[in-house]
């Protein structure tokens, strides 16, 4: 039952019943970690820099390729399959499990080209195990069915690994684990399948194969334990070098990744690597935000915000003694919570959330704008940036044509419509958008905001705005009358210009903002 048949031609013994099911355990197993390291890859490009359809595509794209190769390559193997398959899980263990640590490694200490060249020599060499898999099983269950019938289990055994990794990642391994620790665990169960195949098939390995193969799962094992027992210390520190201050917490949630930052008196937000506030200036964000529009009508006893799960525009419009109701639609619960029971983000927004004119819902904006419901006077939209096309969704005809659905007759809508100077293709886009949405007025806005930069804001309507009418009803931080005149004015340029509106079909408003900041960056 070794391997010396296999190298005299003999053929080898028929696999027993246990041998048999071990390898069609390893099939699912190795469907399973494929599919998360593409989709690990993906993830982290997306994280990293953005653009997360470009990210995906690429990470996808080239393991394929690169599986392609590896299916070719495999006709190379005519001997010891067996140990061959075995010693390809653990060389996958090890690439695989260290992709993201090394691609985060690479981020922190090089440029974006540095980064895309270990993306592309990770995929690859993982594309080209994973490509040598499927052709060894196949070969391998010759022994025991006739070809047709290897090829429907190997192949729909290892479909059912990926659609398994398609369940798992994005509900348990993504938010429990991290992007981080999720490629060390997965690893490990590449290392695991081949310590298996070892135990339940090693009498069919020569002894000088099976040793090799024992040392080689043990360096793995141990090179993939240790960075997983010391992940939360590796990933703050990276955290820390990456981000300016110091980190203070960080979360990575189904959605996002939360993380909060202090350099003495400043609090800082990030989701998904981009800034949110700094609690040094977020007056002027919010403070233009919300009182513009509720400074624009009279009418805003319902109040609907979408984002905003921070409770800092919360902490503004409860201000206002005539509101009745402020719905806050976030997606996120974590974000929620924080802003509910942290302490730092709580003293901020003042205990806002828990006003109880303040109802939370969590859910997409985008599905609760189609949903049914009482309309509003004011709907405010506090969203992330554009960075990405599930985000860039949220500026789109679709989602502005829905959000009018739920405005009362006199209603107003204003969004955050990111960098007026940096990003003013995706400033201009985002103001067409509201316009082809079926909104009469469009009245853009912008306010200096140190964190941010010069930032932009639209404000829609059925009516035309005469800002000069805008009076603040109270003191206020950064505006008053003199001020929110100077929000209105536009340098030459900072003006229009020519730009397509921002679809679902087509989300131009993601070309302009990615090529806006990759200019500023």
């Known amino acids: 039952?070794?391997?010396?048949?296999?190298?005299?031609?003999?053929?080898?013994?028929?696999?027993?019943?246990?041998?048999?099911?071990?390898?069609?355990?390893?099939?699912?197993?190795?469907?399973?970690?494929?599919?998360v390291y593409e989709l690990l890859i993906g993830a982290s490009g997306s994280y990293l820099l953005g653009d997360s359809i470009k990210?995906?595509?690429?990470?996808?794209?080239?393991?394929?390729?690169?599986?392609?190769?590896?299916?070719?390559?495999?006709?190379?193997?005519?001997?010891?399959?067996?140990?061959?398959?075995?010693?390809?899980?653990?060389?996958?263990?090890?690439?695989?499990?260290?992709?993201?640590?090394?691609?985060?490694?690479?981020?922190?200490?090089?440029?974006?080209?540095?980064?895309?060249m270990a993306m592309v020599s990770v995929s690859m060499a993982i594309g080209i195990m994973i490509g040598l898999e499927l052709p060894l099983l196949t070969r391998l269950f010759e022994r025991n069915t006739r070809l047709k019938f290897n090829i429907s289990n190997v192949l729909s055994l290892d479909y059912l690994g990926a659609l398994a990794a398609t369940l798992l990642f994005p509900f348990v391994l993504l938010p429990w684990l991290g992007n981080f620790s999720s490629s060390l665990v997965v690893g490990l169960v590449n290392v695991a399948v081949g310590i298996v195949n070892i135990l339940w098939l090693g009498g069919r390995v020569q002894p000088r194969f099976r040793v090799g193969l024992w040392v080689g799962a043990s360096v793995t094992a141990l090179a993939l334990i240790l960075p997983a027992l010391f992940s939360a210390e590796l990933t703050t520190l990276w955290q820390n070098g990456l981000y300016r201050d110091r980190v203070i917490f960080s979360s990575q949630t189904r959605f996002q990744h939360i993380v909060m930052t202090r350099n003495r008196d400043d609090i800082r937000l990030y989701l998904d690597g981009h800034l949110q506030f700094s609690s040094r200036d977020e007056k002027r964000y919010h403070e233009s935000l919300v009182h513009v529009p509720m400074m624009a009508t009279p009418f805003h006893e319902r109040v609907l915000l979408l984002g905003a799960g921070d409770g800092l525009a919360v902490r503004e419009l409860l201000k206002?003694?005539?509101?009745?109701?402020?719905?806050?639609?976030?997606?996120?619960?974590?974000?929620?919570?924080?802003?509910?029971?942290?302490?730092?983000?709580?003293?901020?927004?003042?205990?806002?959330?828990?006003?109880?004119r303040v109802e939370v819902v969590n859910g997409d904006a985008f599905g609760y704008l189609t949903g049914p419901g009482a309309p509003f006077e004011v709907i405010l939209a506090d969203l992330p940036d554009p960075s990405h096309g599930q985000l860039a969704r949220l500026y789109s005809v679709a989602f502005y044509k829905a959000a009018r659905t739920r405005l009362s007759r006199h209603g107003i809508l204003a969004t955050q419509a990111t960098s007026a100077y940096a990003t003013p293709e995706a400033f201009w886009s985002i103001g067409k958008t509201l316009q082809v949405a079926g909104f009469r007025h469009i009245t853009p806005y912008h306010a200096y905001v140190p964190s941010f930069g010069d930032w932009g804001f639209m404000l829609a309507g059925g009516k035309v705005l005469d800002h000069r009418s805008l009076k603040p009803k109270f003191p206020m931080t950064f505006l008053d009358s003199e001020s929110i005149q100077g929000l209105f004015h536009f340098p030459a340029d900072m003006g229009p210009r020519a730009v397509e509106a921002n679809t679902l079909n087509r989300p131009h408003l993601l070309r302009y903002y990615l090529h806006g900041w990759q200019h500023w960056n």
Do not use: H
């Open 55 to 116: 990210q995906f595509s690429l990470a996808i794209g080239l393991m394929m390729t690169a599986m392609g190769l590896g299916s070719w390559l495999s006709r190379l193997l005519t001997r010891q399959l067996l140990s061959w398959f075995v010693g390809i899980e653990i060389l996958l263990g090890l690439v695989g499990g260290l992709s993201v640590p090394l691609l985060y490694a690479v981020y922190a200490m090089a440029d974006e080209s540095a980064y895309y």
């Open 320 to 356: 206002y003694k005539d509101i009745k109701q402020i719905v806050v639609v976030d997606i996120d619960p974590e974000m929620t919570r924080l802003a509910r029971e942290n302490p730092l983000i709580r003293g901020l927004n003042g205990g806002s959330l828990e006003d109880p």
């Open 1 to 35: 039952m070794n391997d010396l048949s296999e190298q005299s031609g003999a053929p080898q013994a028929p696999f027993t019943q246990r041998e048999y099911a071990v390898l069609l355990v390893s099939i699912f197993m190795a469907g399973f970690c494929g599919l």
